[in-house]
């Protein structure tokens, strides 16, 4: 081949290539790649978190407190309770290591009260229950005074089911019936969030709840809708911070216990 | 007075009375009351949860799995892992009922895939560790093989608070520092929801996990912003389920082991 | 002061000094710090959104579709409607550009199916409207056929508030009563995101609603807690995408018509 | 057959029967149905929401206040604006009803400081524009004075997608590029929701955001994860109520106006 006749070859493959790489482009736009990181920038130190010694377990469901942890009842006394008619000591039966209801003095609740938390509480319902449904151990553990976390013998018995243990009480039954039978202790470990209000008193973020009960998610950051109603819907009413409040139904059965109750402010 | 007067001051009184009856209507206008409920109304029976007898406690760490779960790991075989590389047999070490890291073999995962569910896992950074920071046990769990909660040696150690034990790696450090000394079991019990995507492959609900750790919360239902990446911001990659991934980091001094993986699909 | 006396002096603030060094250091540990980034390490350019053209405004409620919307009726014809009953066409009134509800014919729905979106429609009450409370030009907006937003005049007319006009109708009233009289023409602006399904038919994450009516925020990402029911409780069950229904509620007066219908799938 | 196997046969599907019913029994337990309610049981009154007359739309993109509306410009002065240097008077160029960036001057904010709100704002690029990619008609909207959605030329000119018009800056692009052109006014609805803090100053629930420009979705309920930084991570940083800021970028060419700015708490 000529020289001429080369450079003419190459001429047209420089079009052919430029035509080629037009439309290449044109197709595969070119943006700017972003800017590569190094490791270090994606690392931050402080502030550090806060060192929590953990409980230790013992049997098969007692966690003792962990380090930070306001221990509400820790088997010797009610020190941390009251009534919640009239503010008096709360007069429930303190007995070897656990608090049994005491149907005469009615319900109980914290003095402290509380917005955003990490709730531990055993309960037991006692091995010689009687009474079918409803009327078989049951109680009830209040967020905020307000917010019933049902807590009944749900062991082989069974009732509607937005009112089985673990249910948000005449709202949302529980994922699973996760009990242990009577004379044998359950866990309940509670993670609440507080609603947020708005002025007029409705609610700008709803409360949210998390329930595992003996290991087992029973309510998964579930909204609730409103305060816990016998009858009709729930309602909403402007709160702030508010007591846990355990339930004395009154059945006429054998009452049930608690032990080991602590909570951890989030 | 006469018959006439009467007459006027009756119209008179009368105009009033309407007057300040119009005026109170005003004021306190009866809205129609919200009918009564009876209480059978918002009690509903079906469908029943389903029963699952909860695992038991042995020690301080070891809880057996529920009767639903799916065992990952019961201490005697890795029947239910393989290597993310090829799928070939998972070549960690098993011994004692625990499963050991082998720095040699690399990552393994389940071969079962995940989206939604409740995982529980125990892991023990052997009592001899050595190293500092990063370089101490350093393992992970990755949910759906792409997010990574941090498994590190945190006990009285310091590193990057984005990093430490029970951190969403490279994003979210945890709300404590809650961990047991080396050669004791630690506990992670998580509640993962998986992300929900929109067509063009970013979240339109975005995956959230809870993480707590020896009974304590360390993240609770935080956001996961996108895959766990060690160089720079995380990414949003479109997914299906996933498996459970156990990260081989390779460091220089003993391996850390992990015992008692189960897991529930919720 | 004597020479003893003062070294003792300078001692003893020597001393103090040390430990003032000491507390202010274990409070000012010093960690490492984050690694500075550059600005365009934040920056990425794709993928690049669509261009979506954005529609033209005239008079006080038109908005015209942008050109990536689905016009779902543009004053001509029922094409894109059908009877829910049976799936044969749409006979409500078409007439001057806009539809009017035909009461014989009863509700109708799109033919389309649709799970997230954005929803514009225009909507007026006849200026001779007779009637009271829900008796008054009564209409809806479905959200995939089963979640109704309330359309009715509720201009200078009371009623219950989850049953007035931009209400989630028996369950959340709105923030507004946003209305513009009889005779003139309403718009609803709709940001719906569809529920997303657990396997036994429970809501995983429930659907969320946004309304502006005449620019005004009437739900501002509600939640929705079920179908809308006229009696009871809302109830959960589970489907797929669905249709936009609008309801012919068979009030004795004039009724209400609707124009310039369009969404755009998110 | 004989007759005695005939009866053995008999009695054994008698059996089977039985058996068979037993199961059926078991599967098709009878429950309590839930009591039926009446529809006024879920129909409420009160509180009757506020009413709001709403604005008046002049051509394309202006529409006027609602009535209960904060004007935080009506196109005849800075009244409700101040420097966020000193708190002197806004120095912008107000001028034909609207008013315009003037660079000596730097950023404005308003007087007034917001939580959950809903804004209107309208601006326009100038006709005759100059410059590209970031440097056309750069100015931003901020939320409490902290976070920016961006305000941009975007119109057929291509930038990072987490920098144009729309974007949550440096964080999410717009889900739609909704720009009408240089010399058009284009319009931003937005519905913003503050973030509620912890007392270790992190996001307890971080804030949101939804724009819609020019009737297009653009935000869609977007989680905003810090402060807008221009390097580096967003920040999370505690702070209450705080101001609407509009930019004063500092481009050379011509600057951006805007007009028709109100706002109503949420």
């Given at each position: 081949?000529?020289?001429?006749?080369?450079?003419?070859?190459?001429?047209?493959?420089?079009?052919?290539t430029a035509l080629c790489f037009s439309v290449y482009a044109q197709e595969q736009k070119e943006y700017p790649k972003q800017e590569p990181m190094r490791p270090a920038m994606s690392e931050y130190w402080t502030p550090q978190p806060k060192v929590v010694t953990p409980g230790t377990a013992t049997g098969n469901a007692f966690l003792s407190a962990p380090s930070d942890a306001i221990v509400l009842f820790d088997g010797k006394d009610l020190s941390?309770?009251?009534?919640p008619k009239d503010?008096?000591?709360?007069?429930?039966?303190?007995?070897?290591?656990?608090?049994?209801?005491?149907?005469?003095?009615?319900?109980?609740?914290?003095?402290?009260?509380?917005?955003n938390f990490q709730l531990h509480i055993e309960w037991m319902i006692p091995a010689n229950i009687?009474?079918?449904g409803?009327?078989?151990?049951?109680?009830?553990?209040?967020m905020q005074g307000k917010y019933e976390v049902q807590v009944l013998d749900s062991y082989k018995s069974e009732t509607y089911v937005n009112g089985q243990?673990?249910?948000?009480?005449?709202?949302?039954?529980p994922l699973a019936n996760a009990m242990r039978k009577p004379g044998e202790w359950n866990v309940y470990d509670i993670i609440y969030s507080a609603p947020v209000f708005k002025e007029d008193g409705t609610y700008r973020i709803p409360p949210?709840?998390?329930?595992?009960?003996?290991?087992?998610?029973l309510q998964n950051h579930t909204t609730i809708l409103g305060t816990t109603e016998y009858i009709g819907f729930p309602k909403v009413e402007k709160h702030g911070a508010g007591p846990i409040l355990l339930q004395s139904h009154g059945d006429?059965?054998?009452?049930?216990?608690?032990?080991?109750?602590?909570?951890r402010e989030l």
């Open positions: 081949m000529k020289k001429n006749c080369l450079l003419k070859k190459m001429a047209i493959t420089a079009v052919l941390e309770w009251e009534s503010g008096s000591p709360a007069q429930w039966n303190v007995h070897d290591g656990v608090v049994t209801v005491n149907k005469k003095a009615g319900d109980i609740q914290t003095k402290r009260k509380f917005e009687t009474g079918t409803q009327v078989r151990g049951n109680s009830g553990v209040y243990a673990g249910s948000i009480y005449k709202q949302t039954p949210t709840i998390t329930v595992i009960q003996n290991g087992i998610v006429p059965s054998e009452p049930i216990s608690f032990r080991n109750i602590w909570i």
